[in-house]
């Protein structure tokens, strides 16, 4: 089975700024060079979101808000609802730029209620830190939450995966109390790391009690011991769940180079994680998966993660090697050296008290498990 | 940040005369585990489900029936605080009197009580961690000064505080943090903690840097020199 790809040029609007780490640099990179590997993205173009699909999960005072600051100046109470802010500032057309990739990740839900697909990417979207009324780190509209909110008006389970290095926060607080959503969480610790929740008490409420899972992992943490937690905690949690369909967040930010956080993963271990979450809806969901990118703020690291989930995801193999007429493309136009090779190449950490790390990862799954067990049954 | 921002106003009490049997009743009805105990609408006493518990038990060398009064089993002259005293007094007392409540007083008047969970919830938001924020903690040298210095260069890079927290450092270090230097005599410097608006905090500690604060997290990443 082969995923559908969304992507639009719009979603190159949702622009901070040149300096700004949430670049769509990396989606123009990327589609290029899923091009130069002869996989090109020939998608069809999804319609914008409309305001009353974000209102189902935004409440209308915070729409309002975005909306009067889509002239690139700030409403007098922006920063209430964290807009103008160092990580959220608001630029021209942010409120139709921000609809444009809720669009995209919200028709590709559609396109599983009517069956007319069974997994599709979402090449672009995964903005899972903002809330019903506040944006947050770099999200203005929660795209995976009215996707997830379609899904549930359909009548079906959804379990969310996310993998972003960063907790999943407003997606989990959007669906806290609705039984009928699983959201799981791999992220580094909130104990440093933003947002700062995501403790494995955090488990839903009321009669969503039981379908949070978070798994806060060590700052350091590397592939093997990321995959054995990962291994542990989602395929159980599915199992229990019975899910309909899953909805995966693949941000890319939990690579050893990203400049935002500190995990240590390699694009193999991202292989197979990609691998994972198709066999995983294959057993768990019929096959049914909507793919969304996420955060990533390492190019060199971002562009390669996702095109290998793009390839993964349309059964295509995997190259070894990146064109160097790409290559020298974007390192012209960026001016930073860029990896030859699909994968990194081999690599060792000189990790202080990697025996800790691996420990403590190991504790808090099981942790995890314990506490989420007796409210599976 | 004070008692009075911090305690449960609204406060279940039972009366020194009614039974155990009702006063438990009470606590599970509330879902509480501390009564403070009225006589004439005098704060007399403090019971909590551990007293009734123990009271009554098999155990006990001599224990009373469910249907004594509340007043034999009661802590009797209880320790209260004012709506005014700081949260850390609060903490304090309750921590030196290894008790787990302390009704607050207002002259004569019971206004509200404070618990250890309340206490729980008072860190919570002491660390801001009602909203989404990251961390960078900073070593300072204890002087008059430095903290002014600190949050003024953070303010200059732009990013909100969401909180700060500050406390002596000693010798255990804990988390992937760097280890102290063994031979080194510690010198009396204050670890801040501070929570940021931003999900980018690596820029920020790096100007911290450059500016010679000595930054304890974030660090450099391993491998990220390649």
Known sequence: MSATLLYSNRYLDYDFGPEHPFSPVRQRMLLSLLDALDAPVDAPEPPLATR?????VHTETFVEQVEAASDGTPPARARRFGLDTQDVPVF???DRAARALVGGTVHGARMLTSEAARRVLQLGGGLHHAQAQLASGFCVYNDLSVAIQHLRDAGLHVAYIDIDVHHGDGVQALHYADPGVLTVSLHESGRYLFPGTGNVHE???GAGEGTAVNVPLEPFTESASYLDVFDRVVPYALQQFHPDVIVAQCGADAHFSDPLADLLLTTQAYET???SLLDLADDHADGRLLLTLGGGYRPDATVRIWTLLALIAQDRDLPDAIPDAWRERWEDERGDPLTPTLHDPPKTFDVPRRDRVVEQNERISKRVLEMAAPKWY | MLVQDIM?????TTDAHVRLADAY???IDHA??????????ALVGVITDRDLRDATSDLHPSPIQAHAPVREAMSADPITAGPLDPVEEAARLLRSKRIGCLPVMEGADLVGIVTVTDLLDAVTRLTGLSKPGGRVAVSLPD?????ARLTGRVAEEGADIRSVLSYYEDETRSGPEREPDADEEPPSRLRIILRLDTINVRPIAASLRAEGFDVVWPVEKPGSDT
């Open chain 1, 52 to 56: 009353e699909d974000v209102l189902s």
């Open chain 1, 92 to 94: 021209d057309g942010m």
């Open chain 1, 203 to 205: 488990m839903g409420e």
């Open chain 1, 273 to 275: 994680l990609f691998r």
């Open chain 2, 8 to 12: 449960q106003s609204a406060v279940v």
């Open chain 2, 25 to 27: 009743q009470t606590m």
């Open chain 2, 32 to 41: 509480v585990r501390h009564l403070p105990v009225l006589d004439d609408g």
């Open chain 2, 143 to 147: 002087e008059p000064g430095q903290l």
